[in-house]
């Protein structure tokens, strides 16, 4: 079982920035794709971003490409989010996922583990 953990959300001003951070309970941690995903109140859970083992390999949803950065360190086991430009729009809660193999999933479904989410709130 790998437990994963976020941190970094919270409350930020249109324009602004935010880090999220999602800390993995993962023994080979570099062994996970590892994904972002929102979810609005009303409406269903999205990818936001994904990278691969090597973070080489980066995904993104077109509504976030160019504002949001998506990157890894391996060595202490933690995926991050970097969030500029931020919209109302934005306003959710931000999941980490982790899958066990080597192709980036684009879907919730092709993902194995969650953390229990952190609430982004971007007011205009």
């Known amino acids: 079982q790998v437990r994963l953990v976020e941190s970094g959300g919270g409350l930020v001003q249109a324009g602004g920035s935010l880090r999220l951070s999602c800390a993995s309970s993962?023994?080979?941690?570099?062994?996970?794709?590892m994904g972002w995903f929102r979810q609005a109140p009303g409406k269903e859970r999205e990818f936001v971003a994904g990278?691969?083992?090597?973070?080489?390999?980066?995904y993104y949803a077109d509504s976030v490409k160019g504002r949001f950065t998506i990157s890894r360190d391996n060595a202490k086991n933690t995926v991050y989010l970097q969030m500029n430009s931020l919209k109302p729009e934005d306003t959710a809660v931000y999941y980490c996922?982790?899958?066990?193999?080597?192709?980036?999933?684009?879907?919730?479904?092709?993902?194995?583990?969650w953390g229990q989410g952190t609430q982004v709130t971007v007011s205009s």
């Open positions: 993962a023994r080979t941690f570099s062994d996970y794709a």
């Open positions: 996922a982790a899958d066990l193999g080597l192709r980036v999933g684009v879907t919730a479904d092709e993902y194995d583990y």
């Open positions: 990278l691969g083992w090597s973070g080489r390999s980066t």
